[in-house]
């Protein structure tokens, strides 16, 4: 049934003749336009349409984790947008190739008009990576001296503001702090945890030392692996090895939190872990898409430039290559598996406890 009293027509609500004419090759001011300068406009103009509504996505979950309670039956919603967030990640990485069909002499044709414009001067993806938690003090060094320096004032401000506000990444962790399963009255989870990651590890060393083709500076290698990971275990239950670990950079979340970050991934199939744990998949799956996207950004740069600077003064590809590997956010969640056990070795829970993480409908 029509809710609308006035007519409502397909350009005129899609603003089409403002989208369709918002492309002005500079290259058309200082004589022949370059033919693949449009391609390279639409492209990147295409990236900020879909920016705005991963940002779209990212305020409406920042809203619901900024509140003291985020319910259950909130976390439906909160899945739905992440992945949607997810499936335009998906899309971007696929776009890249697009802009791959343009070969680099026909960049080289209207490249050298563009400076000193930039993709540092995207507001909107510098929004997106502060929102999600990648902060000044987190970014590499070249980020964190030239971050703002080729911004215009108005942006400059709005930009350090918001570095301010909370991020998806802290507000996660407080709500991951408030999980109400890290005590469990008389039984030690803990403890039984401990015991059973040390037999595992107690096993993997006995196969590295039970290996005879193994040549021995390679095997003390893996043994000393064995070791260092024996040491993130017991950090993990001991506040002043972990806080020590947290300064070296081995972990950014809390302790508190890393830890029901933990028991909801070693029992995920407990019903009321499901979207918990979907959430945790999520982030860790948005992380890696911005990942494959610097990678892929990186690949494109250098495939384009060689080894010239960027319009923006940077290093080209050697910088993209460095912020792929540095600038990750949920990290601590893609190191999950290493603290992970097999479902057979599972400590088995009350029941009285399971009983809490399940559903159970009463007839009263």
Known sequence: ?????????????????????????????????????????IVHQVYELWFKQILHELKSV?????????????????????????????????????METMTPQDFMSFRDYLVPASGFQSVQFKMLEIGLGLKSDYRIDFDKNSFYTRLNDKDRTFLQALEHQPSLFELIEKWLERMPFLEFGDFSFWQLYQEATSSMLDQDEAIVRGIEQLAEPERQQQLAEIDKTRHKFAALLDS????????????????RAMLSALFISLYQEEPVFNLPFQLLTCLTEIDENLTIWRYKHAMMVQRMLGTKIGTGGSSGHDYLKRTTEKNRIFTDLFHMATFLLPKSALPALPQQLKKRLGFYFSGE
Not at 63 to 88: N, P
């Open 1 to 41: 049934m029509q809710k609308n009293q006035k007519p409502c027509y397909y350009g005129d609500y899609l603003q089409l003749d403002k989208l369709l004419n918002a492309q002005a090759p500079e290259s058309a001011h200082y004589g022949a336009e370059a033919h693949d300068e449009t391609l390279f406009i």
């Open 62 to 98: 920042l809203a619901v984790f900024s509140a003291e309670e985020v319910k259950d039956e909130q976390l439906t919603g909160i899945v739905h947008k992440l992945k949607r967030v997810i499936s335009i990640q998906q899309l971007l990485n696929q776009q890249i190739a697009v």
């Open 240 to 255: 002043s090895a972990y806080q020590e670990l947290q300064q070296q950079g081995a972990f950014r979340l809390s302790q």
